[in-house]
């Protein structure tokens, strides 16, 4: 199942267990502030889009998503990211661009499966050498604002 809500003004999430089955969510151009609790009980989700909103941080709540292929939350307000943040292993596609990012968090080597990281417009004045630690990571932009 796909849901798009696109440009609908929302800032609070709620789902029903019905949902569980979704695998691609749209929430692009809202006013949401955090990826909260909610998002535990979309089991299958394999795509998130939470790309221009308010959110200010990454939470440790992403590691519930354990199909989680795809995670699009550029044009944010992302300053930092959890200590304890756990996105699931099986993401290929990570696009933080647009975000006020300092740094790249080292929990980052974690994501085995990386294929496609967008760190563009962002803060970050150097590139870790722990970068090397992405072996699948084709596909790299970095940049500052």
């Not at 099986?90 to 696009?95: A, D, G, R, V």
Request: hydrophobic share 45%; aromatic share 8%; proline share 1%.
């Amino acid at each position: 199942m796909d849901i798009v809500l696109t440009g609908r003004q929302l800032v609070h999430l709620t789902f029903t267990d019905i949902l569980t089955s979704v695998r691609y969510l749209d929430l692009s151009k809202n006013e949401i502030t955090e990826l909260s609790s909610v998002f535990s009980r979309l089991k299958r989700l394999e795509h998130l889009d939470v790309s221009d909103n308010q959110i200010t941080f990454l939470s440790s709540e992403m590691k519930c998503l354990k199909f989680l292929k795809t995670l699009i939350i550029k044009k944010n307000l992302i300053k930092s990211v959890a200590l304890d943040f756990g996105m699931s292993q099986s993401i290929e596609k990570l696009n933080l661009a647009g975000n006020q990012l300092l740094e790249l968090p080292i929990q980052f080597t974690m994501l085995t499966r990386l294929v496609h990281l967008n760190l563009g417009s962002n803060y970050i004045t150097s590139i870790p050498k722990y970068i090397s630690h992405l072996m699948s990571l084709e596909y790299f932009i970095f940049g500052w604002k």
